[in-house]
């Protein structure tokens, strides 16, 4: 079965396009997709992306309850917070892909 694009939900990032590469030359970040060097992620790499992020989501709605339970004084948007300073520190997701997730954690958690 074939892996598309739209099949994904909208608005999960489609450009992870970042890199930075140092000389004097003019340089091109690209992938290695199927022996040839593309611009843009294939649908696969992109699935398996979204993939991770979706699972990392429903991981962190136990994270973010024991976190909340554990400080009640905090409210939902410190809590999530913290979850974000934490996620961003692993360094495992572009910030696009971190906002995104954010996003997909408060939609789950209803807050």
Not at 16 to 45: I, N, T, W
Not at 63 to 81: C, F, I, S
Not at 84 to 108: F, H, P, Y
């Amino acid at each position: 079965m074939s892996t598309h694009i739209e099949d994904l939900p909208a608005d999960f990032p489609r450009d992870r396009s970042f890199g930075c590469v140092p000389g004097a030359q003019p340089k091109l970040c690209v992938y290695l997709h199927d022996g040839r060097y593309v611009e843009e992620e294939c649908a696969e790499e992109l699935k398996r992306r979204w993939e991770i992020c979706e699972d990392l989501a429903h991981q962190l709605v136990l994270k973010a309850t024991k976190d909340a339970a554990a400080h009640p004084e905090h409210n939902n948007a410190v809590t999530l917070e913290r979850v974000r300073v934490a996620v961003a520190r692993k360094d495992w997701i572009s910030s696009a892909e971190l906002t995104w997730l954010m996003s997909r954690l408060r939609a789950l958690l209803n807050w």
